[in-house]
């Protein structure tokens, strides 16, 4: 056991925590060159795209020290970003070490001081990296202070590196057997494994990536969950090194893989403990949470013969993502549907961009909302993420919506617009904490639902992009939350109806009325677009009436030109959708719902 390291690279998206993983995967010659592509561990399309890592995955490295003794170094990657912060959390728990990685350009940011504290909660020893030393505009010195002002870590602990040319990599490879504990654990007591990790196998079925913390597993052992109470029996268990290579055992330190018979991920919780059904483990591995849907929307296909196909399509990725919720919704203006649960925006962005991308979905997707938890007049309680299920007004008594601690770590000058900004999404209480002479931390108590609407948007525009965010929910706190109907020509279009606090439904509604003011083509007669809470309008657009002849404004007589214009018109007309008398465009709902 003192010959095995198990850590993960932590980091602020970008900082090149990837690009490090790949480079101590070839340092310790875990993969022949042929095979190499870059960015190993980031497997999904998606996430190399966007080059961000969204599934962890995880990779045992053989490593020979100068002396020539060999060590198994386990490196178990997390997501870079907060909506994944409970996968993070997981990953941690399997490790005794973690490299922090901060970019030499750049400094410290919000998620590096954000995964700086998780990485403390679960005790981890920290051994910073001063990564993209070979960019013109590094500053290893300053990045040394902030690694001791921000970080509170030994600045001359750090080392520096370029995971790009291969400066320095020499060192972090000695770093992590010098400085990072081994593993503790008893092979023999009662087995205790914790489940970091699982992704579908079209062959295999699920495989699992565990840590063995106490005792031994085996083939053929049947292995019991111990929260979700479900036994399966060992197939083949192994080390991940980039294939699977079966080993006849793990035992407490080990990281590994179990293939066990089970069908989808939906079927196990990750964060689970295993034990032996026949000689279990007094109690699970402290620390277990729920991954917790916090963001909601409806997902519609864009043409209605297209709901089986999407229905398919979220099966499928449900199999690989546990994360992900969904059920039956449907719409009068969209058909039928399914309304989902995500764990952040950025889940809701990757779910959408693989249905329409693996999948070759169309959708519409409707605005992100929250839960909200109503008391009724009748004592009951009752959790409402969609606004076709909203009770009548009259019967709420009241209502609590969920709360975050942000953390936005900014240059100090703009410190005043982000106040500012925090301010009018609602902020309940500020924070400000200097990191270093211009760098300063704010945090902020304020609705998760403010972050939804226009939020990251204004920030990155404020602070030319220089500004961190990150998040933890904290507590649900008491709102006044309304919902706001979008009429057209008098007639309720549901899709576009939206749970909001009461002091910015008129603001959102009017956003709304223009929008659709602008995406409704004109009709013969003159259009009324409103925002209603109840009975009570709340913001208003109008659309002119349009002159009988579309081809009127066409002087000349090229008649081409008008048969063309007639003919667009004729096929824009099969992609409406007739509501009373007004038809709006697919592209309507495409364009206003898709509001940042
Ligand atoms: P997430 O997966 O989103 O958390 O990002 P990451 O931290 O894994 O960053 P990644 O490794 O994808 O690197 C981000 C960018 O920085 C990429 O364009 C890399 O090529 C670049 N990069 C990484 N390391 C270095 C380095 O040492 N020097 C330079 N110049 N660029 C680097």
């Known amino acids: 056991m003192k010959h095995i390291r198990n850590f993960c690279i932590i980091a602020h998206i970008d900082h090149g925590k990837s690009t490090l993983a790949d480079r101590l995967i070839q340092a310790c010659g875990g993969v022949t060159q042929r095979d190499f592509h870059d960015q190993m561990l980031d497997s999904m399309d998606i996430e190399r795209e966007r080059g961000i890592t969204i599934k962890s995955n ?243 296909p864009m043409s209605t013969d297209e709901y089986p196909d999407l229905a398919k399509a979220l099966d499928k990725l449900a199999i690989n993502d546990a994360a992900l919720t969904y059920e039956k919704d449907s719409s009068a203006a969209l058909g039928f549907g399914f309304r989902c649960g995500f764990l952040g925006l950025l889940h809701l962005d990757v779910v959408q961009e693989r249905l329409q991308r693996e999948f070759n979905l169309g959708l519409v997707i409707s605005a992100p909302s929250v839960q909200y938890c109503l008391t009724l007049k009748d004592e009951s309680t009752l959790n409402v993420d969609n606004p076709s299920n909203w009770p009548d007004p009259s019967n709420i008594e009241s209502a609590t919506e969920p709360y975050i601690k942000a953390t936005i770590i900014i240059p100090e000058e703009f410190v005043g617009p982000v106040m500012e900004l925090c301010r009018e999404h609602r902020s309940e209480s500020q924070t400000m904490n200097y990191l270093t002479a211009d760098r300063v931390e704010i945090t902020s108590e304020m609705p998760l639902g403010e972050v939804l609407f226009e939020f990251y948007g204004k920030l990155k525009m404020i602070t030319r992009g220089y500004g961190s965010f990150d998040y933890t929910p904290i507590e649900y706190r008491p709102t006044d939350v309304v919902k706001v109907d979008i009429l057209v020509n008098k007639e309720p279009v549901d899709a576009f109806s939206y749970l909001v606090h009461r002091d910015k439904a008129r603001t959102r509604a009017l956003h709304y009325c223009e929008q659709l003011a602008e995406a409704i083509p004109r009709h013969q007669f003159k259009i009324p677009i409103q925002g209603a809470i109840g009975g009570s309008i709340i913001a208003r657009a109008t659309i002119q009436p349009y002159r009988k002849d579309v081809t009127a404004k066409l002087y000349g007589g090229d008649v081409t030109r008008k048969k063309k214009l007639l003919e667009k018109q004729k096929k824009g007309k099969a992609k409406m959708k007739q509501f009373g008398s007004v038809n709006i465009p697919q592209e309507a709902f495409v364009s206003v719902l898709r509001a940042e």
């Open 58 to 300: 995880t990779v045992t490295l053989a490593y020979k020290t100068a002396d020539g003794q060999e060590y198994l170094l386990n490196l178990i990657d997390t997501p870079g970003h907060v909506d994944f912060s409970h996968e993070v959390r997981r990953s941690l728990m399997a490790c005794e070490g973690a490299l922090i990685v901060v970019d030499a350009s750049q400094g410290v940011e919000a998620q590096t001081v954000a995964n700086l504290y998780l990485a403390l909660e679960y005790d981890l020893t920290l051994l910073p990296v001063i990564n993209k030393i070979d960019l013109p505009a590094a500053d290893v010195d300053r990045v040394r202070e902030e690694i001791d002002s921000d970080l509170g870590l030994d600045p001359f602990a750090a080392i520096p590196v370029s995971a790009k040319t291969g400066v320095g990599i020499d060192k972090v490879l000695a770093g992590i057997v010098d400085h990072l504990p081994p593993p503790k654990g008893d092979p023999n007591a009662p087995l205790k494994a914790l489940v970091f990790d699982a992704h579908f196998d079209k062959f295999r079925g699920v495989i699992l990536q565990c840590r063995v913390m106490e005792g031994t597993l085996k083939p053929r052992d049947v292995i019991h969950f111990m929260h979700s109470d479900h036994d399966y029996k060992v197939d083949e268990l192994g080390y991940n090194q980039f294939k699977l290579v079966p080993k006849p055992q793990l035992s407490a330190g080990e990281v590994g893989y179990i293939v066990a018979g089970v069908k989808s991920v939906q079927d196990i919780e990750i964060g689970d403990t295993i034990t032996l059904l026949d000689n279990p483990a007094s109690e699970p591995i402290p620390g277990y949470q729920e991954a917790k849907q916090v963001v909601f929307s409806s997902v519609y």
